[in-house]
């Protein structure tokens, strides 16, 4: 029995033109009917609960038809409850009231307001306590101290706000008035004895945590302001490299503070005036930006390549002065041979020409001056990827001093004189030295001739031989003499290739690729030497050096 009346089949027929239905027909259709409907729904209840939600929609239906492969309902959606009216006559026939819409009214109406875009971006709310000064964060000052009384009090279109004020950074009195000698020191005694003794402290005391962001954000409001002071710089550097040193504290929140005012120090069109050693400044930065990327770079993926990126384009950037280029190329050579090899030494040649116009430019000896120690950079740099690269290489391998006997024309293998004393047939057919001195005597073809280890070091029993001079031996047969020839002939090639084979075998493979790629350095050194001359052969060390040369 179906809970669906042939009734409502008999309407739904007459709905779509099927007047003549039979009473049986619909009496058959209707438990198909239910079945049909009873699936859409379950598919659609489905689809409710994997939306999270308790209520099913028009949508969730629609969903399970689509899966059905049936076309969906087709007619505008809303996101009122739907309102279904019995209908007249019908006490199980009920219909949703649709409203007659007139088009002019729909053009005439008013446009509804476009909906704003959904965006994220992100922001610090708050570091270690402070609340940065950013406009995303509203200052304590603006935010108005509510009443009591008000707190709850809300217009009713807008959403409940939960306004907090920010946690104050509270700070000892000994650690305030640690701060402020450090910085009174920083910047009018940078050279005293006293600073030196702060700088100690800054790398080893274990309870200055709190005052890392402090420290920071005076490195990089010191530097913006003080690019003319020479010794407020470097002192800067100095108390940053003291912050790295220190194993209690950690910097790496703040590196995004710290890094712009670092590569300052290094790329810098001027730090101090001309009569301060800025090379000096620029040097121990390079040095800073390397152990930087050397200890947080396994954190931040994109560390040394923006870096390498921001010095390769103001090296390759011929509008940058010659102390902006010394000091990218002493911040590439810092980070290592891995970076020089691929991105400084392809582009040395042409900057070399570059700077050779300036070095024959002999009316400004100042620009001449910087030219000669960006040369020094220079060379340096690429002497030290050279030097690193060719001391990883082992001490070639050689076969062992006794494993070869050397003869007047050819090296013997030790193993041939074995395997002459193991082959007795041999010796049996060729007549022993001292027959031959007895009976006829033998000459040698000359004094240069090589004779075997078999033949003259030992007899068959194992004897010491007489001594003959090339006068004694002479000619007694010519067939023995041209028969041992050929018979040592071929038992040497023979031996000779067994030897070269058995040894061959021992090359291991990592070797072949060590020669392989101690080719490669050999032509990197040629190319170099092309460039810079005898300058570069002071980099190269001394048992390598005789391979090139």
Not at 107 to 131: M, N, R, Y
Not at 223 to 231: A, E, I, M, P, Y
Not at 421 to 428: F, I, N, P, R, V
């Amino acid at each position: 029995m179906s809970i669906v009346p042939k009734e409502t089949v008999e309407v739904i027929a007459q709905s779509v033109g099927i007047n003549n239905l039979s009473p049986d027909a619909a009496l058959a259709l209707a438990p198909d009917v239910e079945y049909r409907m009873r699936e859409i729904i379950q598919e659609g209840i489905k689809k409710m609960h994997h939306s999270k939600r308790t209520t099913l929609t028009t949508d969730d239906v629609d969903s399970a038809l689509s899966m059905r492969n049936v076309e969906p309902i087709y007619g505008f959606a809303s996101g009122d409850p739907l309102k279904f009216k019995r209908a007249l006559g019908h006490n199980d026939l009920f219909y949703i009231e649709d409203k007659d819409v007139d088009f002019k009214d729909v053009i005439e109406a008013p446009l509804p307001k476009a909906p704003l875009d959904t965006s994220l971006f992100c922001h610090w709310l708050a570091i270690e306590g402070v609340q940065p000064a950013i406009p995303e964060n509203v200052p304590v000052e603006v935010i108005p101290t509510l009443p009591e009384t008000k707190k709850t009090e809300q217009k009713s279109d807008e959403l409940p706000v939960d306004i907090r004020l920010p946690v104050k950074h509270v700070l000892s009195r000994e650690l305030q008035l640690y701060f402020t000698k450090i910085t009174e020191l920083a910047i009018s005694k940078p050279d005293s004895v006293l600073f030196k003794e702060a700088l100690v402290s800054l790398a080893t005391d274990s309870g200055l945590h709190p005052l890392v962001p402090y420290f920071t954000c005076f490195v990089e409001d010191e530097v913006s302001r003080g690019l003319n002071d020479f010794k407020l710089l470097f002192a800067l550097m100095r108390l940053v490299w003291s912050l790295l040193q220190n194993p209690h504290i950690h910097v790496e929140p703040y590196l995004h503070q710290v890094m712009p005012a670092v590569v300052t120090c290094v790329i810098a069109k001027r730090l101090g005036n001309r009569a301060d050693n800025h090379w000096e400044l620029r040097d121990f930065t390079a040095k800073l930006v390397a152990t930087i990327c050397k200890r947080f770079g396994h954190n931040y993926s994109s560390l040394q390549s923006r870096l390498t990126r921001t010095l390769i384009n103001t090296f390759l950037d011929c509008k940058r002065t010659l102390n902006q280029h010394y000091g990218a190329i002493q911040g590439l050579a810092a980070l290592g041979p891995n970076v020089v090899r691929p991105l400084l030494l392809p582009n040395v040649e042409a900057y070399l020409v570059f700077l050779q116009d300036i070095l024959q430019n002999q009316n400004k000896e100042m620009t001449r001056h910087e030219a000669w120690r960006v040369y020094g950079a220079l060379l340096g740099a690429a002497g030290r990827s050279v030097y690193d690269l060719l001391k990883v290489f082992p001490i070639l391998p050689s076969p062992p001093a006794d494993s070869f006997w050397k003869t007047n024309t050819r090296v013997i293998g030790s193993s041939e004189a074995h395997k002459r004393k193991a082959d007795t047939e041999e010796l049996e057919q060729q007549p022993s030295p001292k027959k031959m001195v007895i009976d006829g005597p033998v000459a040698s073809s000359s004094n240069n001739t090589a004779i075997t280890v078999g033949e003259t070091g030992a007899n068959a029993a194992g004897e010491p031989e007489a001594e003959t001079s090339s006068a004694q031996m002479q000619t007694g047969d010519d067939e023995v003499k041209d028969k041992d020839k050929d018979k040592d002939d071929n038992n040497n090639n023979r031996q000779g290739r067994k030897d070269s084979s058995r040894y061959g075998s021992r090359t291991p493979a990592h070797l072949k690729q060590v020669w392989k790629d101690d080719l490669n350095s050999g032509q990197v050194v040629l190319s170099l030497f092309e460039v810079f001359g005898e300058g570069i052969m002071s980099f190269i060390p001394a048992p390598e050096m005789s391979l090139f040369l």
